[in-house]
């Protein structure tokens, strides 16, 4: 990656100035908040595709035989136990249970696993990583300078990566027909190694934006020739470059939390409906276990899902009230961590944390929206639910 004056720049940069984004800092990083507008772009993802630019994103690779061990001892969840190319959400956690950051880890080979962590936390998760797996038969390399992240979101996704040219399976010959069979078979949380003219790229079927969709990784000279390649393919399919802005309401409207506002060092993940990510049932001991075998009776505030009666929406920071009057008039019973006018459903939408006294769905609640105390209804997560054939 490129940086001037302290800024960061995707190997795309070029491309995006291109196409006339206009951009935000996002951990040093310049990254495109938007190329047309903000609607535009989240309406393409539902209801066709949008390509991202995800380079920011920070790649840790785990080599060695006892990888697997170290890292059901370093993160939440097992990870020994996944095949080869599939991949896993996990949480790094810190002693005291909090969490450091969420990540998704691949098994790219027998005694390999990748690890994709936040931009933001990228330093502490390597620091973390390489001192908590120090005991295990294993070597931590930071790999995200190294790798571009290009991702592709929407019902049109799969059409849109089989009509684009120049892909191959790894080590096969440019056979149209056996890559396609391949992708198309590819299940959610799964990779698939392949090659792009010629240049290894990694295509997983993830994302974070409630809709199908694939997340390719690759060297970022190879980067450039993808991203144009696949815009010239799904051109006609309804693809369009789209933002960061757009990825936000995305992920809200899929109760897809984000670390900074949902997630953080004092949150647990028992609060965040996170509970199940944690595997209690590993034999061995790991970091965080104490505080996780307290249950989720032992945490307070809870996260919840606000759908808003109005069209003024409520923004990460607004106390929430109790709309009942069991509390006093200027005691808050919970905060909200992101919020939106939603341009799926088309009504305010929001998280929070609050009161498990309050949590309940169906639950009438007041957020303070600049002054104004405004009636939203706890509602279960998430908001918007793709249909699946």
Do not use: C
């Amino acid at each position: 990656m490129t940086s001037q004056d302290s800024e960061r720049h995707s190997p795309l940069h070029d491309a995006h100035v291109a196409a006339g984004a206009s951009f935000t800092d996002f951990a040093g990083w310049q990254m495109p908040v938007r190329y047309s507008s903000d609607l535009a772009e989240h309406h393409a993802v539902r209801n066709a595709a949008g390509l991202f630019d995800l380079s920011h994103m920070a790649e840790i690779v785990l080599i060695g035989p006892e990888a697997g061990q170290a890292l059901d001892y370093a993160l939440a969840g097992k990870l020994s136990s996944i095949s080869d190319d599939q991949a896993k959400y996990s949480l790094l956690l810190s002693r005291s249970g909090g969490i450091v950051d969420d990540l998704v880890v691949y098994r790219t080979g027998e005694d390999r696993y990748m690890v994709v962590a936040n931009a933001a936390n990228r330093d502490e998760v390597v620091e973390e990583l390489r001192d908590r797996t120090a005991p295990f038969d294993t070597e931590v390399f930071d790999e995200s300078d190294d790798i571009a992240l290009i991702a592709v979101q929407g019902p049109a996704s799969l059409s849109i990566l089989l009509a684009t040219e120049g892909f191959a399976v790894e080590g096969g010959h440019y056979d149209g027909d056996d890559f396609g069979e391949r992708l198309g078979a590819l299940k959610y949380y799964w990779s698939l190694p392949a090659l792009f003219e010629a240049h290894p790229v990694l295509i997983a079927r993830t994302g974070y934006t409630g809709e199908d969709g694939f997340e390719l990784y690759t060297a970022p000279d190879n980067a450039k020739a993808l991203w144009d390649a696949l815009l010239e393919a799904g051109k006609e399919q309804g693809l369009v470059p789209a933002g960061l802005a757009s990825r936000d309401t995305l992920r809200l409207e899929a109760g897809m939390p984000l670390y900074g506002h949902e997630l953080n060092t004092e949150t647990y993940p028992a609060q965040a409906g996170l509970g199940r990510v944690v595997n209690l049932a590993k034999e061995t001991d790991f970091v965080g276990r104490n505080a996780s075998e307290l249950g989720p009776d032992a945490f307070a505030p809870v996260l919840v899902g606000l759908m808003g009666h109005g069209k003024r929406a409520a923004r990460a920071g607004y106390p929430v009230y109790a709309a009942d009057g069991t509390t006093g008039a200027d005691e808050s019973v919970g905060v909200v961590t992101s919020g939106a006018l939603s341009p799926t459903i088309g009504v305010p939408i929001a998280m929070a944390y609050v009161s498990p006294r309050f949590a309940r769905p169906g639950t009438e609640l007041h957020v303070d929206v600049r002054g104004s105390r405004l009636g939203f209804t706890v509602t279960a997560l998430p908001f918007y639910s793709r249909k699946k054939k």
